[in-house]
């Protein structure tokens, strides 16, 4: 069935080192959305991406949308320890019927 | 505003015992989400409420799990003959449900434990 894959499912990284998480669709995505979920709470929305090629910034995170909207990436520049947790990619591959559907996660461990 | 409300943050029951979980969503919000969440696990989706239309059930496991959606905003999930495999902690989400705007806002979840 359609699915949205990450990888990689973990990532252990010394502080200070960057990291980043990729995302993949089996189909072409309405938009691509990013959420944060750190240990014992629950997912928070950062960002949604639109338009094919968009690139985002927020601080350091930098995030993606593939030319062809299958595919995204968030990438973290020198890491912190605040950066714990896991980071899901959503999208939309009901082609209109607005239901999103999440990754499989990426679990970001920071080292300090 | 009053952001997505679950009761009870916390429930333990005993195996075979029925429970309902409730979410409160945003006021406004057409679309509703469940999700199921294992210790250490991603989202596991449940069930897809979108305004009027019939429900997307397709990821509820068992007969044993059921939601509704009264009037369009507070919805329950219940769960009959718990098995001690149904605990986890269960998200709702949701969202106002236009294409450009189908961000998901989550409660705080109802973290079940089963006996």
């Known amino acids: 069935g359609q699915q949205v894959m990450q990888i990689p499912q973990y990532q252990h990284v010394q502080e200070g080192e960057d990291f980043t998480t990729y995302c993949n669709s089996s189909t072409t995505l309405s938009n691509i959305q990013w959420y944060k979920q750190r240990p014992g709470g629950h997912p928070v929305f950062l960002i949604q991406l639109v338009k094919s090629g968009e690139v985002k910034k927020q601080k350091r995170l930098t995030f993606q949308f593939g030319e062809a909207k299958k595919n995204s990436s968030l990438h973290i520049t020198a890491t912190q320890t605040t950066d714990v947790g896991t980071y899901f990619c959503a999208g939309d591959l ?19 | 505003g009053a952001g997505v409300s679950q009761s009870p943050s916390n429930k333990v029951t ?12 945003i006021s406004g919000h057409t679309a509703l989400y469940w999700y199921r969440q294992s210790l250490g696990q991603g989202l596991e989706f449940l069930i897809y409420f979108q305004g009027n239309s019939a429900p ?4 509820l496991p068992s007969d044993r799990f059921s939601a509704e959606r009264t ?7 219940t769960i009959q003959r718990t098995q001690q495999e149904d605990s986890a902690v269960y998200l709702c989400a949701s969202s106002p449900g236009h294409l450009a705007k189908n961000i998901q806002y989550f409660g705080a979840g109802t973290r079940l434990s089963v006996l």
Do not use: A, M, N
């Open chain 1, 94 to 112: 009901s082609g209109g019927y607005q239901k999103v559907t999440f990754g499989t996660g990426t679990k970001l461990q920071v080292i300090p």
């Open chain 2, 56 to 59: 997307d059930k397709s990821g």
């Open chain 2, 14 to 25: 005993e195996k075979g015992k029925d429970v309902e979980l409730r979410c409160d969503p």
């Open chain 2, 71 to 77: 009037g369009g905003s507070v919805s329950t999930l």
